[in-house]
């Protein structure tokens, strides 16, 4: 019987579980190192819903566009040389999956996965979750034809879940958005496509979560397991041993070295991402868009335009490349001229958990009876939270709700890396 529930990582994805247990009645605490709120990329995104972008980032041909941004310093792609073992391994197992049949089987599991997205980020809205939600679709805007048809063959298989992309004339993008620069040739208009405040989800959430007597304990990184048998009996956090009857691994990019203390290895990495916000004035938009060819995100949000964009392997802090920062503001310029050439933007930087197939890796970890992981996100971490939840959720409840998710969640099974047991005791601490 499951009556309490302790979820490592008060990130997106560890506060939507939290509060899907809590909803459920679960007695949850809610771990994480940071002294407040969440230290991970949860804040620090371009807060996109967006079903209608949900590929793999391992497709065909993206390392070779890596290899050939290389020595470019404000790439939006970069692959950062590292003789690392794990680094290596990782970029290896990533390029096996840039083949057309992993991608289309990653494109399906994960339309699947998306098809209720929107409904449970409504039920959120219902329900009281206090935070900045705008419906007014998404554009993806190009200089060049090819690319966007790139992307239109991309999004086409997320028609069958409702979520289409619209082929608009430059001419009819700038009808919708005047600050489009006349170079922009053609795009998608993505209707059903949202964005949130990022930041005020996760407050949003941790506030609804307390209202549900969630407990926190911030400021308390998680250090070792506490193992009997296949049992985690409990986690050590700061000096305080938490117990639970079931643990949820939600750590982002620190996933992986959670899921070696209780006994598995997994393959999770660091995708760095960079950004800043503009509060200028300077350019006005009201739909999410995409810039193509530079692949920046721009964000409206209501007292500020956020940019986001740049996959850096290979870097695991926070430390940021004022080269890339630039990129991303010349970027700017390029789509929207009223943005200044010349900014330097203070920016931050965002460590997508990822993987090397490019798939979530949500369900229980081999090994152990009563350990979910919840993680792997890669870009999509908002917009997955909601379902990645209630995948855990039907988990704990078992039966019938598990036997109904067991198909949309099995692609995302953390037994896809094999069973690889990490150097682990009984009780394992680092
Ligand atoms: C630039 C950028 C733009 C993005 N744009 C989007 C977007 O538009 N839409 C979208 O869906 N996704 C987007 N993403 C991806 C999204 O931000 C991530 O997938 C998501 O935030 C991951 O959430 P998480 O909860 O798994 O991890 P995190 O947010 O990283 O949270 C993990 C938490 O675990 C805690 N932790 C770590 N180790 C321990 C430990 N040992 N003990 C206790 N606590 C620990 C950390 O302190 C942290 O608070 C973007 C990411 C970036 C970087």
Partial sequence: MTDSAVIVGAGVIGLATAYRLALDGLA???????????????????????????????????????????????????????????????????????????????????????????????????????????????????????????????????????????????????????????????????????????????????????????????????????????????????????????????????????????????PIRPGKGYGFDDTSGSVTLRHSVYLGEAKVAVTPLSDRLRFAGTMEFGSSDAAIDPHRLRGIARSAHAYLPDFPAAAQPQGWTGLRPMTPDGLPVIGPLPGKDNVLVASGHSMLGVTLAPVTADIIAAEVAGGRRRADSAGTALPFSPRRFGVRRARSTADNRR
């Fill in 28 to 266: 949850v605490t809610v771990v994480d190192a940071a002294p407040g709120g969440t230290a991970g990329a949860s804040e620090h995104n371009a807060g996109w819903i967006v079903p209608i972008m949900s590929t793999p980032v391992p497709a065909p041909g993206m390392l070779g566009q890596a290899l050939r941004w290389m020595a470019r310093r404000d790439s939006p792609l970069y692959v950062r040389p590292s003789p690392r073992p794990e680094h290596v391994r990782f970029m290896i197992n990533m390029l096996r999956h840039c083949n057309p049949r992993d991608f289309a089987s990653g494109v399906e599991a994960l339309t699947s996965l998306n098809e209720r997205t929107l409904q449970l980020f409504d039920e959120y809205d219902k329900d009281g979750v206090r935070f900045e939600h705008h419906r007014v679709g998404q554009l993806l805007v190009f200089t060049t034809r090819h690319t966007m048809e790139e992307y239109r063959s991309a999004s086409a298989p997320m028609e069958r879940i409702s979520h289409t992309a619209i082929p608009l004339s430059g001419d009819e993008l700038r009808d919708l958005e005047p600050a489009l620069i006349r170079r922009v040739l053609t795009g998608l208009r993505c209707p059903q496509e949202r964005h949130v405040d990022p930041a005020s989800l996760v407050r949003g959430l941790e506030e609804r979560c307390r209202e549900l007597g969630v407990r926190f304990l911030h400021g308390s990184p998680v250090t070792g397991v506490r193992s009997n048998g296949r049992s985690v009996t409990s986690v050590l956090a700061a000096g305080e041993e938490v117990p639970g009857d079931l643990f949820v691994l939600a750590a982002g990019v620190r996933t992986g070295p959670l899921a070696r203390l209780a006994g598995h290895a997994l």
